[in-house]
T-cell receptor, first 114, second 113 residues
Framework: QKEVEQDPGPLSVPEGAIVSLNCTYSNSAFQYFMWYRQYSRKGPELLMYTYSSGNKEDGRFTAQVDKSSKYISLFIRDSQPSDSATYLCAMSGYSGAGSYQLTFGKGTKLSVIP | DSGVTQTPKHLITATGQRVTLRCSPRSGDLSVYWYQQSLDQGLQFLIQYYNGEERAKGNILERFSAQQFPDLHSELNLSSLELGDSALYFC????????????FGPGTRLTVT
């Protein structure tokens, strides 16, 4: 079982729709939960991060973490064609000797159709 | 633009060769991270340097090595290249040890023929 599972999609929605992107994980020691957006041929861009369980909102984006279910979500309201990209979830875990590292999901490719 | 720069953008080389990828972190960031992204494996953490010292090691092959210089730029050296090393290589940086707030560069696309 992979540490982080993410449905690769592709996911296609009409403009204005609410998008739900999800990841599950197996390592209960993960503490920070991140969402990155990656446009084609570009580097990942940090959208937001959440510490432990709870919700966090930033404009049209809302991140949710449910540690009891080992499940995280990213919601995009009023989706726009410019939101078309691959969305990567990531989680930070202890890697020993006082250091931490990120483990990424494989990403979900989203297309928002005008 | 994240403020992280990487050179070169593209690199084409032959099996068995050695290449060096370069990264300059955002101004003020002390940590540099290297990642490999391939279609089948996704984004994999390779190694982290913090203020010149190796901080964390991930799935980095023995044929790969990295270092961070006093001016905080970093280089990733890949040797005895194999076809399977063809991938996108990203550098990221963060203030201090904030692994949860990393900013990625545009990447170097390596093709091994």
């Amino acid at each position: 079982q992979k540490e982080v599972e993410q449905d690769p999609g592709p996911l296609s929605v009409p403009e204005g729709a609410i998008v739900s992107l999800n990841c599950t994980y197996s390592n209960s020691a993960f503490q920070y939960f991140m969402w990155y957006r990656q446009y084609s041929r570009k580097g990942p861009e940090l959208l937001m991060y959440t510490y432990s369980s709870g919700n966090k909102e930033d404009g049209r984006f809302t991140a949710q973490v449910d540690k009891s279910s080992k499940y995280i979500s990213l919601f995009i309201r009023d989706s726009q064609p410019s939101d078309s990209a691959t969305y990567l979830c990531a989680m930070s875990g202890y890697s020993g000797a006082g250091s931490y590292q990120l483990t990424f999901g494989k990403g979900t490719k989203l297309s928002v159709i005008p | 633009d994240s403020g992280v720069t990487q050179t070169p953008k593209h690199l084409i080389t032959a099996t068995g060769q050695r290449v060096t990828l370069r990264c300059s972190p955002r101004s003020g960031d002390l940590s540099v991270y290297w990642y490999q992204q391939s279609l089948d494996q996704g984004l994999q953490f390779l190694i982290q340097y913090y203020n010149g010292e190796e901080r964390a090691k991930g799935n980095i092959l023995e044929r790969f090595s990295a270092q961070q210089f006093p001016d905080l730029h970093s280089e990733l050296n890949l040797s005895s290249l194999e076809l399977g090393d063809s991938a996108l290589y990203f550098c990221a940086s963060s203030v201090g040890d904030s692994v949860h707030e990393q900013y990625f560069g545009p990447g170097t696309r390596l093709t091994v023929t």
